[in-house]
C-alpha cells in the first residue's frame, strides 16, 4: 500500500448568498477523503455540486470554514512562512479555462520561467531547459517567445500543464482539463496527463462533469451530490457496480459513443433538476428525485458506510444489511 | 426532389469575407432530410455544421455570404421551393413556423426584458391570428409536455427566474408553439447537465414522433448521436466526409477521419488503457489542404489525396463516402 499523500477531514465551506444578510449556502458539507501516492482521485457531479470549491480547497485557494486539511502528514491550514512555500510547491492546479489562466502579456517563456523563480530552481541554461520541456509535450521550441493568444486552445492547456509539472510538485489538481477542447484534442491532452503521471510519479485529483474522461484518468472516483460525497470507491466498481441511486442515474444519462450498446441498454429515467443549495432538501438531499425514496430519506440524512472494500456509499438502501 | 424528403441541400457554398482573407466555410456540401426523421450533423468546432444549417434560412449575415447551392424545402401545404430563391417576405413565413430553430445558448435566445408569455404570443402573432387566451392554453400543453413544473405560474416568469435547462425547455416550447415541419437544434443541450440533457433528448424523440416532424440536430457528442437519431452527416473542415445510418456510422465506419474519432472518445463503459488522438490540427479555411482536405492528418493518404478532391460515393444502400480509398472498388 502506498502512503496518503492528501486527507481532508469533516471540511465545511459556505458562501454567503448575494443580496442577504444571513442567508448563506453549504457548498462543501461535511466531505472527507484521502488521496494516496502516485494515486488519480476523479471527482464528477453536476453543475453547482461543488467539485471546484473542493478542489480549490485542496490547493489552499480558498480557505475551508470547518474541517483540516493534511498534506504529507502536515496539517496545511495554519502553514505560514517556509512551510507555506513548501506546500505551494508541492501542490500545483489547472484549470478549465487556459485563455484566462495564461498571462496575455507574457510569452510562454516567462509563463514557464515564473515558478522555476518563485521557488528558487536552478536548471542551468534556461533556454535549453525550456526548450527541452517543450518538446517533452509536443511543441516545437519556436512557441517559446509567442504569447498565448498566438496558440490554439490545446496548446494553450498544454503550457498550462507544463507550468503546473515545471516545479515537479507531488500533487496537482485539474479543474475540468479538457472541456473547452475538441474531441481529437481532448484525447491528446489527456494521454498528456496521464504520461506525466508516470514520469513525474505525481497524484492527481481530476474534477470533471465527463463521466467518460473521469473514467479513463482515474484509478477512484467520488460522485457528489450538492456539496456532499454520495458515493466513493475504485473507478471500475464504480461503473460496473454503482450503488447510489444518483450514480445509477447518472451513468444511465450519459450518452454511449457505441451504437449497439446505446440501443440495448436500459435507462433510469429521472425527473426534475437539481435543487437550490439555498433550501436544500431535508434528510438525504436526493430523495425528491430519487425513484427509490423510502420515508426515512426524508427525515434522516445517510452517512457514508462501506459496502465492500474501499467502496463507500451514503444512501438508507444500503444501511444494515 | 424526392417523395420522402422534406428538406434537400445541394451544392451549398458559404464562405465569409474576413481581414485575414477568404473562409471557405462550407463547400459543396449536399444531404437530405426525410420526414419524421431525427437526423444530425456531426463535427468538430469549426467544421462548418451550424453555418449550414443557418444558411438553410439565409441567416448569415456580412462578411458571411451564400454563394450558391439548392436548399429545396417541402411547406407545410406540400409545395417545394427554393430557400435560397424565394423572397424575403415568403422566407418570414417560414422562419419560425415551418422551420424553427433552438440554439445552444437559451439565456441569449430568450429576451430579458419580456416573460415568457410574451414570447410565445410574438411567436405565434408573427404567423398566425389568434387570441391571447388560446395561446396560452396551448403553450401551457407544450410546457407540460417539455415537464416544465407548475407551468401556469412559468408562463409568467421571466428568463432571469428560470434555471440553465428551465430556459431551454422554453426555447424548445417556443420552437414547437407552431408546429413546424423542420425543427433545427444547434447543440441544445451542450450547456446543459447530462441527466438534464438526456431528458430534453427524450422529449425530442417524443415530440417528433408525436408531430411527425423532422429534427437536424447539430453536435459534437457522438454519444448522443449514437444514442438518439436515425441517420447523420460528418463534417470536416467545411465538407461532409462520410452520411450514412447511424447503425452504419458506428458499427461500419469508413472515412479514415470517423474511423479516428471515434478510436479517440473514452466510451464510460468500457475500460480503455490507452485512447488513440488523431494527429495534427484542424486546417485553417481560409487556405485549406488541396485535394481531400484530411489527407495532412490521414494515416492512409496518397499522392492522388494530395491533387484532388474526392466525391461523396454510395459505398453500400444510404452508406455515402468521400474518400479516394473508396473509389473504383
Not at chain 1, 516545437?140 to 496558440?151: I, Q, T, V
Not at chain 2, 417523395?3 to 482573407?21: H, I, M, P, Q, W
Request: aromatic share 8%; with cysteine; glycine share 6%.
Amino acid at each position: 500500500m502506498s502512503k496518503e499523500l492528501l486527507k481532508i477531514e469533516n471540511i465545511y465551506k459556505y458562501f454567503p448568498v448575494k443580496g442577504t444578510f444571513f442567508k448563506k449556502i453549504t457548498a462543501v458539507d461535511n466531505v472527507s477523503l484521502s488521496i494516496k501516492e502516485r494515486e488519480t482521485l476523479g471527482i464528477v457531479g453536476e453543475t453547482g455540486c461543488g467539485k471546484t470549491t473542493l478542489g480549490k480547497i485542496m490547493v489552499k485557494l480558498l480557505e475551508p470554514d470547518k474541517g483540516n486539511i493534511f498534506f504529507g502528514g502536515k496539517n496545511v491550514r495554519n502553514l505560514k512562512g517556509k512551510d507555506l512555500k513548501w506546500f505551494r510547491k508541492n501542490v500545483q492546479m489547472v484549470f478549465q479555462d487556459p485563455h484566462s489562466s495564461l498571462n496575455p502579456k507574457m510569452t510562454i517563456a516567462e509563463i514557464l520561467q515564473e515558478p522555476l523563480r518563485e521557488h528558487n530552481i536552478e536548471v542551468g541554461d534556461v533556454e535549453e531547459f525550456l526548450i527541452k520541456k517543450l518538446e517533452e509535450v509536443g511543441m516545437e521550441k519556436g512557441l517559446l517567445y509567442r504569447y498565448p493568444h498566438e496558440l490554439s486552445g490545446g496548446q494553450k492547456q498544454r503550457v498550462a500543464i507544463l507550468r503546473a509539472t515545471i516545479i515537479q510538485p507531488s500533487f496537482i489538481v485539474f479543474d475540468e482539463p479538457t472541456s473547452s477542447l475538441d474531441v481529437s484534442v481532448q484525447a491528446q491532452t489527456l494521454n498528456l496527463i496521464k504520461e506525466m503521471k508516470e514520469k513525474y510519479k505525481l497524484a492527481y485529483s481530476f474534477i470533471s462533469h465527463d463521466l467518460a474522461v473521469v473514467r479513463y484518468m482515474s484509478e477512484r472516483i467520488a460522485v457528489m451530490y450538492l456539496g456532499k460525497i454520495v458515493e466513493i470507491g475504485n473507478s471500475d466498481e464504480i461503473f460496473e457496480k454503482p450503488l447510489h441511486p444518483y450514480t445509477q442515474i447518472l451513468i444511465s444519462s450519459i450518452p454511449i459513443p457505441d451504437y449497439n450498446l446505446a440501443r440495448k441498454r436500459e435507462k433510469i429515467k429521472i425527473i426534475g433538476e437539481p435543487p437550490s443549495l439555498i433550501n436544500p432538501p431535508k434528510g438525504c438531499r436526493f430523495h425528491p428525485r430519487c425513484p427509490f425514496a423510502m420515508s426515512i430519506c426524508k427525515e434522516k440524512e445517510p452517512q457514508l458506510i462501506e459496502i465492500e472494500k474501499d467502496h463507500y456509499v451514503a444512501c438508507w438502501l444500503y444501511e444494515k444489511k | 426532389m424526392n417523395e420522402d424528403n422534406v428538406l434537400e441541400v445541394k451544392n451549398l457554398e458559404v464562405r465569409f469575407y474576413t481581414y485575414a482573407g477568404e473562409v471557405q466555410a462550407v463547400s459543396n456540401v449536399s444531404f437530405n432530410v426525410k420526414e419524421n426523421e431525427f437526423y444530425a450533423l456531426v463535427g468538430e468546432t469549426g467544421c462548418g455544421k451550424t453555418v449550414t444549417t443557418r444558411a438553410i434560412t439565409r441567416l448569415i449575415n456580412p462578411p458571411g455570404k451564400i454563394l450558391g447551392g439548392e436548399v429545396l424545402f417541402k411547406r407545410k401545404d406540400g409545395k417545394i421551393i427554393d430557400l435560397l430563391k424565394i423572397s424575403e417576405k415568403e422566407l418570414r413565413e417560414i422562419r419560425g413556423n415551418e422551420i424553427s430553430y433552438v440554439f445552444q445558448d437559451p439565456t441569449s435566445a430568450l429576451d430579458p426584458l419580456y416573460n415568457v408569455k410574451s414570447h410565445f404570443e410574438e411567436t405565434v402573432l408573427a404567423h398566425y391570428e389568434a387570441n391571447k387566451k388560446s395561446i396560452e392554453k396551448e403553450a401551457i400543453n407544450i410546457l407540460k409536455k417539455v415537464l416544465i413544473p407548475s407551468p401556469e405560474m412559468r408562463y409568467k416568469s421571466f428568463p432571469h427566474e428560470l434555471s440553465g435547462g428551465m430556459r431551454q425547455r422554453v426555447v424548445i416550447s417556443l420552437a414547437l408553439i407552431n408546429n413546424p415541419k423542420l425543427l433545427i437544434a444547434d447543440e441544445p443541450t451542450t450547456n446543459l447537465d447530462v441527466t438534464v440533457q438526456a431528458q430534453i433528448l427524450d422529449i425530442f424523440k417524443q415530440i417528433m414522433d408525436e408531430r411527425k416532424m423532422s429534427i437536424i440536430l447539430i453536435t459534437h457528442n457522438l454519444g448522443i448521436v449514437a444514442e438518439y437519431v436515425d441517420r447523420l452527416s460528418v463534417m470536416y473542415a467545411g465538407k461532409i466526409v462520410e452520411t450514412g445510418k447511424t447503425e452504419q456510422i458506428f458499427n461500419n465506419p469508413l472515412h479514415p477521419y470517423l474511423q479516428m474519432l471515434l478510436k479517440s472518445i473514452p466510451n464510460p463503459l468500457k475500460k480503455i488503457e490507452k485512447l488513440e488522438p488523431i494527429p495534427g490540427f484542424v486546417p485553417s479555411l481560409i487556405n485549406p489542404p488541396k485535394g481531400c482536405r484530411f489527407h495532412p492528418r490521414c494515416p492512409f493518404a496518397m499522392s492522388i489525396c494530395k491533387e484532388k478532391e474526392p466525391q461523396l460515393i454510395e459505398i453500400e444502400k444510404d452508406h455515402y463516402v468521400a474518400c479516394w480509398l473508396y473509389e473504383k472498388k
